[in-house]
């Protein structure tokens, strides 16, 4: 064997095999991550429709968007970022402190919502005015009861009083513009506290989506002529037919539930204009 030395050397591999496929990186945590935050995120979102009341939910809802008042004029002048454009020699861009005691000049003067006077006075008086309402409700157990299809928020346009239908205990008869008794507690209640300011009112109608196999949609006409029922009990009971602006009428255009055809959408908003505006 010796003299054999030309005789290929033998080599014998060894393959090393891997159960499972080996590593295929991190990715799919990335995604169980994420999925993970979505269902406690709905979970949270379902606790929280659960736990609060419509009035909280509201608040809820306006505080992701928000409905504040933008001056007209943020700067203290009428050129580029509120004042002197920043190419001019003379003087760069300055910011406005509104209308002052030093420097009462018209290009100094705030003349926006947020700048007139008098504003918070008149939210106080809205706020006062919500009260006011809320109170009548320990008046009594009706007054309670009467109660519940009523919320209420201060907005830029006014305070607004939204009465909404309750399952088993709508505000009108069918699919008409005859008040229940329970709107007609609500219509005397309100021209009572209403009564108490000065300010005109506006009077928006509110419906439900009906089904679009309907071939005579009765939607506009039916908000329309609730406002209208509304109002004529809101006069009756004694507040004067001189303080209503307007009346409304919205068909189903402005739900505010994601179901177009759910019961709350039933609804009356009395509005208690502001006088600054």
Partial sequence: MAGQSNVAPVIIKRKKVIQGGGHHGGAWK??????VTAMMAFFLLMWLLNATTEKQRKGISDYFSPTIAVNRVSGGGDGSFGGDSVFTEEALARNGTGADSVHPTESDKARGAV???GGKDVDSELTEMEKKLVAKGGESNTMEQALRHVV??????GLVIEIFDIKGAPLFQ?????????????????AEVLALA?????INGHVQ?????????????????????????????????????RISGYADRKPVTPDAQAMRNNRIEVILLRTNR
Avoid: C, H, K
């Fill in 30 to 35: 990335v995604a169980y991550a994420d999925f």
């Fill in 174 to 190: 069918g699919s008409t513009a005859d008040p229940s008794p329970v709107t007609i507690q609500i219509a005397a209640l309100l």
């Fill in 115 to 117: 700048g007139e006077q």
């Fill in 152 to 157: 209420t928020r201060v907005t830029d346009e």
């Fill in 209 to 245: 989506s009906f089904p679009i196999t309907l071939i005579d949609n009765p939607v506009w006409d039916l908000s329309t002529a609730r406002a209208q029922s509304m109002r004529g009990l809101i006069v009756a009971a004694g507040l004067g037919a001189d303080r209503t602006q």
């Fill in 198 to 202: 000065s300010n005109e009112i506006a």
